[in-house]
Structures are given as C-alpha cells and as structure tokens.
C-alpha cells in the first residue's frame, strides 16, 4: 500500500490490518509519528514481526496471533500540558 499522502490513521489501521493478514505487506509512505512507532512496537511486544517503524516503508510478515501484551500509551503534548 502506498499512503498519499501520509496519515497516522491510515498507517495504524494498515498495520493492524497487515498484521492479521497472509503473507507479507509493505506500507510505502507511512507516517512517521511517534504514535505510528509506539502501536507498532506494542504490536511487536505482541508477536507482530514488523520492521522500519519510524521511516516511510514498514515491513509486516505474517504471524502467529498477536498474545496479549500490557502497554502503554505515549504521552500527548496536550497531556504533558495539563500536568
């Protein structure tokens, strides 16, 4: 799949997606934020094999189901300001 243009949504909903597919997907133009990095990496921690997390091409392999994993979620500007 090939973002245009690139979107935190979009990105997020195509690895979920590619993460229960078969076989291998590539996401072309992902969006880079660090909301993009820590779902994929809570993801990973899931048993999700998928490599280039923060740049523009993100590789999932197929895999066994995703094991419940405890996460967290990154702070938000906006959080970080009401403290």
Do not use: Y
């Not at 048993?47 to 091409?57: D, K, V």
């Amino acid at each position: 799949f090939r973002l245009e243009p690139p979107s935190v949504g979009a990105t997020v909903n195509l690895l979920l997606g590619a993460v229960t597919a078969r076989g291998s997907s590539r996401i072309e133009n992902a969006a880079l934020e660090p909301d993009v990095v820590v779902f994929g990496r809570a993801l990973q921690q899931m048993g999700a094999r998928i490599e280039g997390l923060g740049t523009r091409t993100i590789e999932v392999e197929a895999s066994t189901p995703c094991n419940p994993s405890p996460s967290a979620t990154a702070p938000t500007a906006s959080n970080w300001a009401r403290s």
